[in-house]
Nanobody, 127 residues
Framework: QVQLVESGGGLVQAGGSLRLSCVVS????????MGWFRQAPGKEREFVAA????????DYADSVKGRFTISRDNAKNMVYLQMNSLKAEDTAVYYC????????????????????WGQGTQVTVSS
């Protein structure tokens, strides 16, 4: 069973940066495709970014493209989300998620594609 633990959330002013981390255990990390999602109060969980098992392919929601970067360190079993130029509308609980593989190049955008989730980390951006 895969375990995922996120960290790095916090309170930041608009325009600032945060880096979220997610450590993965329970399965060979290089066999897992990874994603980040977020959920704001009263809203549905939404896709943020995804990365393939080898790290060579990434995908981003339009709302974060150019501001956020997903990356992974397969030697440390870690996936990261570097968030720059943060906006108030980025405020949410951020979750990392894992699955053995993406069915196709856009499958990582859908929460139903994943079968393991972390507990989430709160990101609050003050305007």
């Amino acid at each position: 069973q895969v375990q995922l633990v996120e960290s790095g959330g916090g309170l930041v002013q608009a325009g600032g940066s945060l880096r979220l981390s997610c450590v993965v255990s329970g399965r060979t990390f290089t066999n897992l495709a990874m994603g980040w999602f977020r959920q704001a109060p009263g809203k549905e969980r939404e896709f943020v970014a995804a990365i393939s098992r080898g790290g060579g392919s990434t995908d981003y929601a339009d709302s974060v493209k150019g501001r956020f970067t997903i990356s992974r360190d397969n030697a440390k079993n870690m996936v990261y989300l570097q968030m720059n130029s943060l906006k108030a509308e980025d405020t949410a609980v951020y979750y990392c998620a894992a699955v053995l593989r993406f069915r196709d190049s856009t499958a990582g955008r859908y929460s139903t594609a994943y079968n393991s989730w972390g507990q989430g980390t709160q990101v609050t951006v003050s305007s």
